[in-house]
């Protein structure tokens, strides 16, 4: 059985939400979504009980109509009739109809329907077997040529033994007829729906011309909401930025009871949490600094007695005038006592650095220079384990003292933790000079390179253990950082350790003519 279908909202076609940036436009889309499937589903509910309701009246009004014709045209009607008394009774019923247009057709005990107008559409099959089974008026919604037509069916019963013919009035509500009642004639008619189309499409397009001012009215409540909701978000961005920025005391007001307010008193509360362990922090990192920084200036002037003290024991040892193991004990207490000499003055500079009081010193010089300079005065120059490339000018701005350090202290750690050879390498790449000091050892463990600048760390797991304090590497990173440089740290891929300083070259440091 087919039934016409009216399209879609044009607008419902096209629609393709994408999807949106930023919390407000995707809370005024939203709000707008949620308006338009409410003005949608509203629009579509109200649809589909109007066009139900044209309809049913159109079929109503239709069967109502046909019998009334029925109950005046069929008692004059000759039974059997020929096809020619069926011919003129669709005729008669084609011109009561009107202004309705029937097309009207009837066929004798199953015959082929006959008719007087030759366009008639033809008679469904569904609706003859509906009709010759139920044996009461039948309609049904089909479709001819491109247009929606309303097809009746309708049999004709006997009233009385006399032989008179009726339709028989309870026909139309669903009331069965009596089966020995039937006169075995049945009249077919249908009309086209048009003007009902018309109307529903006319409901249709009221639908559309309505849905965008709906949605412009709904855009302002859309952004009041979204201006009510984004106001409390944006003051928390705003705070948590502040903070970011070091305003710890930032606090924000939290009017009303909702889920927002809410969010505003923890950001508060977190605020304040994080206000007081900072300043806690803050307190106990300047005591530690305290401490260090006194406890070093407090060894200083003890361990300079015991260095003299030892340098006295030291010339005796030497001499051969100690016993056997008196000399050791001598020894052994010299290197002690230099080695905490060592961390002494070192403590000393990191103090410095924390205070932010440590002096630099800047010089023009040949890189270069520095190395082989750095080399000679540790006794590396010629020494075998310690190589030198150094194959093209490299002019730096630095203090000299401070990348002396740094020079100093990458290849002591090489030639204590790694396998000689170790190479010194300076190349000009750009604006900046690098200097590579590779070893030829077991590397740096990958859990340990992140930690390797810090204070105090020693990877003992993987290097033997050594006198140093394990402030070295930490002090040169410093001092590269004083120097406008960087330190970095890596494994080369044939094995070894590679440190990396790397310096602005003299045109681009600060302060050179």
Avoid at 69 to 88: K, M, N, V, W
Avoid at 145 to 163: E, K
Avoid at 286 to 303: C, I, N
Avoid at 342 to 350: A, F, G, I, P
Wanted: proline letters at 6%.
């Amino acid at each position: 059985m087919r039934r016409f279908r009216l399209p879609l909202c044009s607008a419902a076609r096209g629609f393709r939400p994408h999807a949106p940036r930023g919390l407000r436009v995707r809370l005024v889309v939203a709000f707008l979504l949620a308006a338009a499937f409410g003005a949608l589903l509203t629009a579509g509910l109200t649809f589909h009980r109007a066009r139900a309701a044209i309809l049913d009246r159109a079929e109503e009004t239709a069967v109502a109509d046909l019998r009334t014709q029925l109950d005046s045209l069929a008692p004059d009607l000759t039974l059997p009739p020929t096809a020619e008394d069926l011919r003129g009774l669709t005729r008669q019923i084609d011109q009561a109809g009107g202004a309705r247009a029937w097309h009207a057709s009837a066929s004798y005990r199953g015959g082929e329907p006959v008719t007087a107008s030759p366009g008639t559409p033809p008679v469904p099959d569904e609706l003859r077997r509906a009709v010759q089974d139920s044996g009461r008026a039948v309609h049904q919604r089909t479709e001819h040529d491109g247009r929606p037509w309303l097809a009746l069916g309708m049999p004709v019963a006997y009233t009385d033994d006399s032989g008179d013919t009726d339709t028989g009035t309870d026909t139309g509500t669903g009331t069965h007829a009596d089966a020995g009642s039937l006169s075995g004639l049945t009249v077919y008619a249908a009309f086209p729906l048009d003007d009902d189309r018309s109307d529903i499409d006319a409901l249709v397009t009221a639908a559309e011309a309505g849905a965008v001012p709906a949605l412009a009215l709904a855009l302002v409540p859309a952004l009041f909401a979204a201006r009510s909701v984004l106001r409390p978000v944006r003051r928390l961005r705003h705070g948590a930025e502040r903070i970011a920025a070091g305003e710890l005391d930032t606090r924000l007001d939290a009017p009303g009871r909702d889920e927002l307010a809410d969010l505003t008193r923890s950001f508060n509360t977190m605020a304040e949490t994080l206000e007081r362990d900072s300043a806690e922090l803050r307190r106990l990192e300047a005591g530690a600094r305290r401490f260090a920084a006194d406890v070093a200036h407090e060894l200083r002037t003890p361990l300079a007695a015991m260095a003299a003290v030892t340098e006295v024991l030291d010339e005796d040892a030497a001499s051969g005038v100690l016993p056997a193991d008196t000399e050791d004990a001598v020894r052994l207490i010299s290197e002690e006592v230099r080695a905490l000499a060592r961390t002494v003055e070192d403590l000393m500079e990191v103090s410095r650095f924390d205070a932010k009081a440590a002096p630099v010193h800047r010089e023009d010089v040949d890189l270069r220079t520095l190395v082989t300079k750095t080399l000679q005065l540790r006794g590396w120059a010629h020494d075998e384990r310690v190589r030198a490339d150094l194959p093209e000018p490299a002019p730096v701005r630095v203090d000299l003292r401070r990348i002396d350090v740094v020079l100093g202290n990458l290849v002591a750690n090489a030639l204590h933790h790694g396998r000689p050879p170790v190479t010194v390498a300076v190349r000009v790449r750009g604006d900046r000079v690098r200097v590579t000091v590779t070893d030829r050892g077991p590397g740096i463990p990958d859990e340990a390179l992140p930690y390797v600048f810090d204070r105090f760390y020693k990877a003992d797991a993987a290097r033997p253990r050594s006198g140093g304090s394990g402030l070295g590497l930490a002090i040169a990173q410093e001092n590269a950082a004083l120097n406008d440089g960087t330190l970095t740290a890596a494994n080369h891929p044939d094995g070894g350790a590679v440190f990396t300083l790397t310096l602005p070259s003299a045109a681009s440091s600060p302060g050179t003519t």
